[in-house]
């Protein structure tokens, strides 16, 4: 429910409820727009959105929605103890279950997020097929609905059948007494009309008289009989249905199923269903909610209302931590504008839909406050000024930086001297309070002040002032003149009066649009300054990528080039690689075995030391990190301690309190541990993730892996690949076995085929 009731009237809220409201079946639903809370946060908002949207796309075009309005008093007598339905409940209790069931085959899923508990549709099919075998279309209990009221509707039926043939024999036999020749009926018993001179021919029980009393209203003997037994079956037929409607009403509540549709449901599609007729009425649509608030084509919906077609939508733009001034003539729009801004707020804070372009963006505000029109009391004895003087006092009072606020000619009602000194200080007490101000006036200094304060944009209502017609536009950057001198012209004033006006008001009068037009100017000029500097900027930052590229470009065809050099060098060494074998073999012939050892082994270090070059290794030498005493830092091993001193290649290292002495090659990561966060610079080469051993003897191909072993593991690497190939299996069987005596492997296996399957060897480090 709306707290404040003064909102609630100047922006015509109520009469915009009315129009959810006519759409409204029942009489809960008005009750509840009438009722509605305000929203809390963006989330709530976004969720009657997506309720009112998924039933838009889902259902609504789909299954027409009607007949539903004696829910409410059907709910009613549900709910209470001695409550009783009537036959007359049967058809909307009937179409309510018809079109449940019909919204359920429409979207399955989607009828079931309705409900906020464990819903049986299986109950409500039973209830249909139970509800059908006693009511008719027409929503009445049938002759079946149960075997006794069968009877009694068959006997009811028979009795009408004899009663019909003895009124024929009574109106025959009394037809010369009679005033009228048919019969009537009287206290729900059949009577005939008789002469009241001929009243004891008749031969019956008297009733009563007619008005003008020249008829006697007598029941025949003949039809006392049966006019008692036809009033006995029509009781009993009565409390028959009585019971089966109890029956009903007793399965209705025994069933949470059932009960909701009538309690939770139906309510809950009207509430949506007017929303939507609106929506489709009014152009209406649910907004974004943002900091910044830019309404697009938005109206008053009463406006919409009452102008149909002819009604014109504004453009409306407030930036985030910003005011606004609306300017220009009066019968301009100012004050329909504010309305606008106003009603569409509030419409939002009650979760509903504004009349503007689903693109629009509004801020959620948690209080709204306007001084719109007069508030004067003859009553209490308040003036117009004071009345605003009040209202202004009560907004200083409760506003604050999520609050939006709406003045109407601020400072009107008083001398345009104090009225303006004390707007002014209104405004700039607002401004500090950060609330959203939105405000008009035809004063000159508040537009002055306005349009030097950085907390406050303006704009004008456009106006054609030699025809006197308003655009109901917005231009912004602007201020507009109050077109006062336009309008004496327009309407014929006297020369005299309007030449004395310009000569009274002199050089203080203002051409606010001269200003802002000059103002522009500079701004352009500023903005083309801007555009300037952009434009290099892009243009170095063009350079720049030039540059980037052509510096890639280079090291592309650099490594390129590197690549077809090392192919070319290695083919070579392969050439000497097989002559080398081919020496190998013939010293291997010879006797002097230990001479021919030292020959193969000086060669083939020379070999892998000056001429082989393998892909990926790199030809220059890394820079490692500079270690300094101090540091923490862990070797090979995985041994960790601190550095003591550093004496050329060797380094003294703590560990746990034992000096050790080594190589600084030996070291290879650096440990830094701040704020309970490590980490580990490495300090050695690049270590790859495999490596190629194919073509190497078994005593080099396993002096190389452990070193890279011990590389690998100390950098952290926790898979690598070992490429041996599958030849005879020797360097294959002979690496498999060195890896069992390694410490640092946690295991080792063959790669799976796609990675080379048995000729290649996977080792995994702790």
Do not use: W
């Amino acid at each position: 429910m709306l707290e404040n009731i003064r909102e609630r009237e100047k922006l015509e809220l109520s009469l915009i409820l009315e129009e959810f409201k006519k759409n409204s079946l029942l009489k809960s639903t008005k009750e509840k727009f009438d009722n509605l809370s305000y929203i809390r946060n963006k989330e709530e908002y976004s969720k009657l959105k997506d309720i009112v949207t998924e039933y838009n796309k889902k259902i609504f075009l789909k299954l027409p929605f009607n007949g539903f309005s004696k829910i409410d008093e059907i709910t009613e007598r549900l709910k209470n103890l001695n409550g009783h339905l009537v036959e007359e409940d049967l058809f909307e209790i009937k179409s309510s279950i018809d079109y449940t069931l019909k919204f359920f085959k429409a979207d399955k899923n989607y009828f079931f997020s309705f409900f906020d508990f464990q819903f049986d549709i299986q109950k409500v099919y039973l209830f249909k097929d139970n509800i059908e075998k006693i009511v008719d279309d027409d929503g009445k209990i049938k002759d079946e609905a149960s075997l006794k009221l069968s009877q009694i509707r068959k006997n009811i039926n028979k009795l009408i059948s004899s009663q019909d043939r003895i009124i024929s024999k009574i109106l025959k036999k009394y037809e010369k007494y009679l005033t009228e020749a048919n019969i009537t009926l009287v206290d729900n018993r059949i009577v005939l009309q008789v002469d009241v001179h001929e009243k004891n021919r008749v031969k019956g029980v008297f009733h009563s008289y007619s008005n003008t009393k020249r008829t006697v209203f007598i029941e025949p003997e003949e039809l006392v009989f049966l006019n008692n037994r036809l009033n006995e079956l029509k009781e009993e037929e009565r409390l028959e249905i009585a019971k089966i409607l109890e029956e009903l009403k007793d399965n209705i509540l025994s069933n949470s199923s059932i009960f909701s549709i009538f309690i939770s449901f139906i309510p809950k599609i009207d509430f949506i269903n007017s929303i939507l007729l609106f929506m489709n009425e009014y152009d209406a649509n649910f907004i974004q909610i943002d900091d910044d608030i830019e309404l697009v084509r938005v109206f008053h919906p009463i406006i919409k209302k009452v102008k149909g077609k002819d009604a014109k939508p504004v453009n409306i733009r407030i930036e985030k931590n910003r005011s606004l001034l609306i300017t220009g003539p009066n019968m301009g729009g100012k004050t329909a504008v504010l309305k606008t801004i106003g009603v569409s707020a509030l419409l939002t804070k009650l979760g509903l839909p504004v009349c503007s372009s689903e693109f629009s963006k509004i801020r959620l505000f948690d209080k709204i406050f306007c001084d719109i029109g007069d508030d004067q009391s003859l009553e209490d004895g308040i003036s117009t000024f004071a009345s605003h003087l009040l209202n202004y006092k009560e907004i200083v009072e409760n506003c604050d930086e999520n609050s939006l606020i709406l003045l109407d000619e601020v400072g009107t009602g008083t001398s345009i001297k104090e009225g303006t000194s004390f707007a002014i200080s209104l405004i700039k007490t607002f401004l500090e309070k950060e609330s959203t101000l939105v405000f008009t006036t035809h004063f000159d200094p508040i537009k002055d002040f306005s349009l030097k304060n950085e907390k406050i944009s303006t704009c004008a209502m456009k106006y054609d002032f030699e025809n006197n017609i308003p655009y109901f536009e917005l231009e912004y950057g602007t201020v507009g003149q109050s077109g006062m001198f336009s309008l004496l012209k327009k309407y014929g004033f006297p020369e005299k009066i309007i030449e004395e006006s310009y000569r009274i008001v002199g050089k203080d009068f203002l051409d606010y649009t001269q200003i802002i037009r000059d103002y522009q100017i500079k701004i352009e000029k500023l903005e083309s300054e801007r555009e300037k500097i952009e434009l290099l900027k892009k243009s170095q930052m063009k350079i720049e990528e030039i540059t980037k590229k052509e510096l890639d470009d280079y090291l592309d065809k650099k490594n390129m080039m590197e690549k077809e050099y090392r192919n070319r060098i290695n083919q070579k060494i392969e050439s000497l690689r097989s002559e080398f074998e081919k020496v190998v073999r013939e010293l291997t012939e010879s006797k002097e075995k230990s001479k021919k050892k030292e020959i193969i082994k000086n060669f083939r270090k020379f070999l892998d030391e000056n001429v082989v070059i393998k892909e990926g290794e790199k030809s220059s030498i890394k820079e490692n990190l500079i270690i300094k005493p101090g540091d923490t830092v862990q070797l090979r091993d995985k041994v960790e301690g601190i550095v003591k001193n550093i004496d050329g290649d060797r380094v003294s290292i703590d560990i746990n309190g034992v000096i050790l002495k080594t190589n600084l090659a030996n070291i290879v990561n650096i440990i830094e541990r701040k704020d309970g966060v490590e980490k580990r610079y490495y300090v050695d080469e690049d270590i790859k993730e495999e490596i190629d051993l194919r073509g190497k003897f078994s005593d080099e191909a396993l002096e190389e892996l452990e070193n890279y072993i011990l590389k690998a593991s100390g950098s952290g690497i926790k898979r690598v690949r070992v490429i041996h190939g599958h030849g005879k299996g020797i360097l294959k069987d002979k690496i498999r076995s060195f890896l069992k005596g390694v410490k640092f492997v946690k295991g080792f296996s063959p790669a799976p085929l796609d990675e080379g399957g048995d000729g290649v060897t996977i080792i995994e480090f702790f």
